[in-house]
């Protein structure tokens, strides 16, 4: 999942966009939304984004070897807790 795939949204991507590239990366992230909303896809963004070996301004570069990974749910880089 990547920053653009994600409609809307735009200032709370652009926070966490700048605290990686602050690298001010929180030890732990809390995403809430109601059902259906993009809180999910914006936590797989967002760890996509923190473990990018290459990243682009705004974005994961979505080649490197994580975001492979990340396209087929094999990394235990982020763990989900759903409630």
């Known amino acids: 999942m990547l920053f653009k795939d994600i409609p809307g949204l735009e200032e709370t991507k ?17 995403f809430l939304s109601k059902n259906g909303g993009a809180n999910l896809p914006l936590a797989l963004a967002y760890a996509n984004y923190v473990n990018c070996e290459q990243p682009l301004e705004n974005d994961a570069c ?11 749910s094999s990394t235990l880089t982020c763990i989900l807790c759903i409630l």
Do not use: E, Y
């Not at 652009?14 to 809390?30: D, E, T």
């Not at 979505?62 to 087929?72: E, L, T």
């Open 14 to 30: 652009a926070q966490l966009i700048k605290a990686v590239k602050n690298n001010h990366i929180a030890h732990a992230q809390l």
């Open 62 to 72: 979505g080649s490197c070897v994580h975001a492979q990974k990340m396209k087929r």
